[in-house]
């Protein structure tokens, strides 16, 4: 039996399952303080049986070195009390198993990876929501260099009819985060971007942050497959405009410009907990 953590700023999602097509029990609890959030996911979990492993998936930052002294702790999130947590640290002493330990977009990476009809050559996991958080894959593996990737803060080139526009990342400013998260949109029109009307120049605004993203992520890493979840992501029309954006943006030069494809998740919201269960799975196997 696998246990699995989706642990968001919002929401931790919980679930058991032999194999991450194959979930017997799920639960959802609210993310509070960590005292709390942590011993609720703890109970339930060992409520279900022995466990042979259990994969997080969480938001981040995340320090993931397991040489680090501090493995499997938070770094500086901006979510309020949740500095510094030990999350890994604290179920492996409560539920005494091995942990697999990864972001939350990483985590989902990896299971539309493995949902793709056949291995793409690269895949890229975007998320747009609160925050702009990325995951990548390669040959099936996560990558991972000196922490994990932190595709929200890389900087777009400004839309023209945006440039009065500070950003809302409190690091940046106006960096990709601060430019094309649903506060950005918000701060800026005063409504989320599925609310504003089919003809608001928002949208086109929002698509052309986004298709930036996406030309950066084909470009530099010659990915097949960049898939966009998150809240923000699942405004009707909004993919569609974006890979319209990303293809006029490249001008036919990419080499792989062929199989390049941007999508909508095809495990929908399952991908992140998905994910953790392949986390788990792969802790359970020494890897």
């Not at 493995?114 to 702009?132: F, K, N, S, V």
């Amino acid at each position: 039996m696998l246990g699995a953590i989706e642990a968001g700023g919002t929401k931790f999602v919980l679930a058991v399952g032999r194999a991450p097509d194959d979930i017997l029990a799920r639960r959802t609890i609210p993310t509070r303080d960590p005292a709390s959030t942590l011993a609720e996911a703890a109970e339930w979990l060992a409520a279900q049986g022995p466990l042979t492993a259990l994969g997080i998936a969480s938001f981040g930052p995340l320090v993931l070195d397991r040489t680090a002294a501090d493995w499997g702790r938070l770094g500086n999130t901006p979510k309020p009390g949740w500095a510094g947590c030990e999350i890994a640290g604290f179920f492996a002493a409560r539920l005494g198993v091995p942990i697999g330990l990864d972001t939350d977009v990483n985590a989902a990476a990896l299971a539309e990876y493995a949902a793709a009809p056949r291995a793409p050559a690269g895949l890229a996991y975007l998320t747009i929501g609160t925050g702009i958080g990325g995951g990548l894959v390669l040959d099936g593996r996560a990558v991972h260099g000196t922490a994990h990737p932190e595709f929200g803060h890389i900087f777009p080139r400004r839309h023209p009819d945006d440039g009065a526009f500070a950003g809302v990342c409190p690091h940046h400013g106006d960096c990709l985060e601060g430019l094309a998260s649903g506060p950005a949109v918000s701060a800026r029109w005063g409504a989320p971007l599925s609310q504003l009307p089919a003809e608001h120049p928002g949208h086109e605004i929002i698509a052309h942050y986004l298709a930036e993203a996406c030309h950066v992520l084909f470009a530099s890493l010659a990915l097949e497959t960049v898939v966009i979840g998150g809240g923000v992501a699942q405004t009707p029309g909004l993919i569609d405009r974006v890979a319209a954006r990303a293809a006029a943006r490249d001008a036919g030069y990419l080499p792989g410009a062929a199989r390049q494809r941007i999508i909508a998740p095809r495990l929908g919201a399952n991908a992140g907990i998905a994910g953790a269960l392949m986390l788990a799975a792969a802790a359970a196997r020494g890897a």
